[in-house]
């Protein structure tokens, strides 16, 4: 099974981004279908996650509202769209999808795309 996440660029603090993440099959076959990111010279962190029939959501503690996970079941694709963005969201942001409900366990995915950078800078 692939990933494929796009979507990432540079924005000005405050600006938006939708990342994409397309799947090679359906996507409510994965439990879960999760974001992560990693900025430099730190670990990876969890973003958000949702169940493949698009059930829970869940966001990290650093979202503070401003991120959006979703499930476009026809097109097999999980977004993230991220509004209100500021340096701190510099990352790489990874898909990941699991065959059983992980949430914020990274180690529970079993599945990861390749990542997209979100660079946020003036």
């Known amino acids: 099974v692939q990933l494929q996440a796009s979507g990432g660029g540079l924005v000005r603090p405050g600006g938006s981004l939708r990342l994409s993440c397309a799947t090679s099959?359906?996507?409510?076959?994965?439990?879960?279908m999760g974001w992560f990111r990693q900025a430099p010279g730190k670990e990876r962190v969890f973003v958000a996650a949702?169940?493949?029939?698009?059930?829970?959501?869940l966001y990290g503690d650093s979202i503070e509202g401003r991120f959006t996970i979703s499930i476009n079941h026809a097109k097999n694709t999980v977004f993230l769209q991220m509004n209100n963005l500021n340096a701190d969201d510099t990352a790489i942001y990874y898909c990941?999808?699991?065959?059983?409900?992980?949430?914020?366990?990274?180690?529970?995915?079993?599945?990861w795309g390749q990542g997209t950078l979100v660079t946020v800078s003036s």
């Open positions: 990941a999808a699991g065959q059983r409900w992980s949430g914020s366990y990274a180690p529970g995915y079993d599945s």
């Open positions: 099959e359906r996507a409510f076959s994965w439990y879960t």
């Open positions: 949702t169940s493949g029939s698009g059930g829970p959501l």
